[in-house]
């Protein structure tokens, strides 16, 4: 892939139901920009009201990159995140567009655009192995120990990604202990990473390519109050087609053990369909999950001392008319 051009980017983040996606729409048809979705879901082909995907009318003409470009019964990674945003970014940039990232994925955001030296960490099958034979509860102790700043904002809940972190972990403390955010660790450094053989850095710096963006960071701010009420109220609309969409998605072979994996409602809504939780119980657990979820969302966008938190369309307006003039 070529060096991409030197140009200007806008990042829109912001908790799950905060209205980045449709923020992001507007802002494109003023500044002719194209939209880069960064959603961990979204790029599953056929996980459409579960993950909240914006709609073909919602898109209101804007092309939108990286979604329905994986079949969810595969593993997207961060690192094919990055490869496929890349693509993204050379294209708009190409057509003298402006890139606008919008999601509430921020990791992926933060490989894409070299803010994280953990892309192209490869799959390491023989931790995988030892990994898989653990509970959730126990993966997530192991992760708290490695890398207590991620354990703060990853679904302690999600076995697929507890095990992808606690690789990445391992590979960082290895090669270099001080990339951690937080000390912890030990339990004779967790069993001495799990005793595994050590392996190369594949920890990859930040490109020149990536580094001659010019990025203003945006994240779209809801008080908590508004926050509960816009996730309650756009769940209860949603609810009816999740479960229609995880029967289907089971029935073409997505098997219930993925289903958990990827995420709060196709995980709650699943067990609901088995006949494990009533729909009511199902209603509240899946309420309060993802509002933790939002939470966990928010602390990780936090670390990010560049964004400029909005509260109003007015206020991204000025932000970046005063940032593409410069």
Same mark, same amino acid.
Request: proline share 4%.
């Given at each position: 892939?070529?060096?991409?051009p030197s140009?200007k980017?806008?990042v829109?983040?912001?908790s799950?139901?905060s209205g980045k996606?449709d923020l !992001?729409?507007?802002?494109?048809?003023q500044?002719? !920009?194209?939209i880069i979705s960064a959603?961990?879901?979204?790029v599953?082909?056929g996980l459409?009201?579960?993950s909240?995907?914006?709609?073909?009318? #919602?898109?209101?003409?804007?092309?939108?990159?990286?979604?329905?470009?994986a079949?969810?019964?595969?593993?997207?990674t961060?690192?094919?995140?990055?490869k496929?945003?890349?693509?993204?970014? #050379?294209?708009?940039t190409k057509?003298?567009k402006?890139?606008?990232?919008?999601?509430g994925?921020g990791f992926y955001?933060?490989?894409?655009?070299g803010?994280m &030296?953990?892309?192209n960490v490869p799959p390491n +099958?023989?931790l995988?192995k030892?990994l #898989?034979?653990?509970?959730? =509860?126990q993966l997530?102790?192991?992760l708290?120990?490695?890398?207590?700043a991620?354990?703060?904002?990853?679904?302690?809940?999600?076995?697929?990604r507890?095990?992808?972190?606690?690789e990445i972990?391992?590979?960082?403390?290895q090669?270099? +202990?001080?990339?951690?955010?937080?000390?912890?660790?030990s339990?004779?450094?967790v069993?001495?990473?799990?005793?595994?053989p050590?392996?190369?850095?594949h920890?990859?710096k930040t490109?020149k *390519?990536?580094?001659s963006? *010019?990025?203003?960071?945006?994240g779209?701010?809801k *008080?908590?109050?508004e926050?509960?009420?816009r996730?309650h109220?756009r769940?209860l609309?949603?609810l009816? !087609?999740?479960i229609i969409?995880?029967?289907?998605l089971?029935k073409? !072979?997505l *098997?219930w053990?993925?289903?958990n994996e990827?995420g709060l409602?196709y995980r709650?809504?699943?067990l609901?369909? &088995?006949?494990?939780?009533?729909?009511k119980?199902m209603?509240n657990k899946l &309420?309060?999950a993802?509002w933790h979820y939002a939470k966990?969302q928010?602390t990780w966008?936090r670390?990010?001392?560049k964004?400029h938190?909005?509260?109003?369309? =007015?206020?991204?307006q000025?932000?970046?008319?005063q940032?593409?003039?410069?």
């Amino acid at each position: 892939m070529k060096s991409i051009p030197s140009s200007k980017i806008i990042v829109i983040v912001g908790s799950t139901a905060s209205g980045k996606s449709d923020l !992001g729409v507007r802002i494109a048809k003023q500044i002719n !920009g194209e939209i880069i979705s960064a959603d961990s879901r979204q790029v599953y082909k056929g996980l459409d009201i579960g993950s909240g995907k914006i709609t073909k009318k #919602e898109m209101r003409g804007i092309p939108h990159y990286c979604l329905d470009i994986a079949s969810p019964k595969k593993i997207f990674t961060a690192e094919n995140f990055k490869k496929y945003g890349s693509w993204a970014l #050379e294209q708009i940039t190409k057509k003298e567009k402006i890139p606008i990232i919008v999601g509430g994925t921020g990791f992926y955001i933060d490989v894409l655009l070299g803010r994280m &030296q953990t892309a192209n960490v490869p799959p390491n +099958p023989k931790l995988r192995k030892k990994l #898989e034979k653990k509970h959730t =509860k126990q993966l997530f102790l192991v992760l708290k120990k490695l890398d207590p700043a991620r354990a703060k904002t990853i679904d302690k809940n999600n076995p697929r990604r507890l095990i992808r972190a606690i690789e990445i972990a391992v590979i960082i403390r290895q090669n270099n +202990p001080s990339l951690i955010l937080a000390r912890p660790a030990s339990g004779s450094e967790v069993s001495a990473f799990l005793s595994l053989p050590k392996v190369g850095n594949h920890a990859k710096k930040t490109s020149k *390519s990536v580094q001659s963006y *010019s990025v203003l960071w945006l994240g779209v701010q809801k *008080s908590p109050t508004e926050l509960k009420k816009r996730i309650h109220t756009r769940l209860l609309k949603r609810l009816p !087609g999740i479960i229609i969409e995880v029967q289907r998605l089971h029935k073409n !072979g997505l *098997s219930w053990k993925r289903m958990n994996e990827l995420g709060l409602e196709y995980r709650y809504v699943s067990l609901h369909v &088995q006949g494990k939780l009533n729909y009511k119980l199902m209603t509240n657990k899946l &309420q309060t999950a993802i509002w933790h979820y939002a939470k966990r969302q928010m602390t990780w966008f936090r670390r990010n001392k560049k964004i400029h938190w909005i509260k109003s369309e =007015k206020e991204a307006q000025k932000l970046i008319k005063q940032f593409l003039q410069k």
